[in-house]
């Protein structure tokens, strides 16, 4: 998936886990660290691997990174508080794990590297609408621009479909006795 998918999935579920209680601009800035967090196994970085699909796609690599990650949180109460409790930390490790699932989309079915080093089998379950976009240049040409808006299609009804469910249990929950 391209940036547009990754990024209304982190949200969608922050929007799930952040509890009710932090003020709105938390919730906003929770709203973006799942994003970025959805999109990490996408980075542009030395020896990750990116356009090969393996190391920054692998699910080994991603669970022990990301165990490095939580450690502090799930070390200390306080910092565990600050963020929400455990449970918003696994979810948030989940958003990680979401990336994987969605690349598997690509209609070209080639892919991803996700039990590397372990297998070199590729894991491809290719959803015909959702399409690559080029690496190169132009970035933003008609190709480009449909992609973006069919994943927004597709994913914003996810988070709309999310949003509604707990504003409704939050509604539900208020009118209990
Ligand atoms: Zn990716």
């Not at 030395?46 to 796609?57: E, F, K, L």
């Not at 165990?67 to 070390?75: Q, T």
Request: proline share 5%; with cysteine.
């Amino acid at each position: 998936m391209t940036l547009i998918g990754h990024s209304i999935t982190g949200a969608a579920v922050a929007a799930v886990v952040v509890p009710s209680r932090f003020s709105t601009g938390s919730k906003m800035l929770c709203a973006v660290l799942f994003a970025v967090l959805a999109n990490t196994p996408d980075f542009r970085l030395p020896g990750w691997g990116h356009d090969r699909y393996d190391i920054s796609h692998s699910i080994f690599m991603s669970v022990a990174i990301m165990a490095v990650l939580a450690a502090p949180f799930m070390c200390s109460s306080s910092l565990r508080r600050k963020v929400g409790g455990r449970v918003v930390v696994a979810v948030a490790a989940l958003t990680w794990l979401s990336h994987l699932l969605l690349d598997t989309f690509y209609n070209h079915g080639q892919g991803i590297g996700l039990f590397w080093p372990v297998s070199s089998a590729n894991v491809a379950l290719p959803i015909p609408w959702f399409e690559t976009v080029s690496e190169g240049l132009p970035y933003f040409d008609s190709h480009t621009l449909r992609v973006w808006m069919i994943e927004f299609a597709c994913y914003s009804m996810v988070f709309l479909t999310i949003v509604g469910i707990r504003m409704a249990m939050r509604m539900k929950k208020k009118s209990l006795p």
